[in-house]
């Protein structure tokens, strides 16, 4: 999904599989294995790992490149395979050499709900003073702001915090932010497990912004 052959050039493909899909995988490979007990370690670097995919994910994002476009006099005069390449690659280190986002901090979700988790193109999902980014039906990263500290957030001996989400109304409030927010901003398509489920929350966004528009 989201994929098109030739849309970056080789250097930026090695550049983005050795600085982030490499080390994403083997923090993924832990999430969707983790029980979250005190034992279970993630990978050491797993904050850096997370930062770098948000990154990542901003630096992709359909509404990051008309922005640049837009306010970048010089960007105009590349091509749209240059800026492809220069959206990926320099964004995402001045993001990194800036660290852009560090008044957050890094938690993960453990949906325990009865509601999948859906995954919009854009891969975020703000969600109050979080952002959501699902990696699976059940587990997501999640970057909160430093002074939240809310009841629902464990930790374990590691310091690792986890927030444990039986909602069903949360979890179904953040999918419903997902589907508005892609709908605003990459206006690509949304993943889902259930294509009833789907269906569904989706027109219900659609009813709830023509009632209120």
């Not at 006099?73 to 995402?92: C, G, K, P, Y």
């Not at 990696?135 to 310091?159: L, M």
């Amino acid at each position: 999904m989201y994929t098109e052959e030739g849309y970056y050039s080789e250097y930026v493909e090695k550049f983005l599989s050795k600085e982030i899909e490499a080390p994403l995988g083997v923090l993924v490979k832990f999430l969707l294995e983790t029980e979250f007990n005190d034992a279970d370690n993630p990978p050491g670097a797993y904050k850096e790992i997370a930062f770098n995919y948000l990154y990542a994910l901003l630096s992709r994002a359909t509404k990051m490149i008309e922005e640049i476009n837009e306010n970048a006099v010089i960007f105009q005069f590349f091509s749209e395979f240059d800026r492809h390449n220069i959206a990926a690659h320099d964004t995402l280190l001045m993001a990194k050499e800036k660290n852009l986002l560090k008044e957050y901090t890094v938690a993960f979700l453990d949906n325990q709900s009865c509601e999948h988790l859906i995954l919009p193109t854009g891969g975020i999902i703000q969600y109050g003073k979080k952002l959501v980014c699902p990696i699976s039906p059940t587990r997501a990263i999640v970057f909160v702001e430093k002074d939240v500290n809310e009841g629902n957030v464990v930790q374990n001996r590691n310091y690792i915090s986890v927030y444990e989400e039986s909602s069903e109304r949360t979890i179904h409030e953040i999918n419903y932010a997902g589907i508005i927010q892609e709908s605003r901003h990459n206006r690509k398509y949304i993943v889902g497990t259930n294509k009833e489920f789907l269906e569904k929350i989706i027109l219900e966004v659609v009813e709830n912004m023509v009632i209120f528009s």
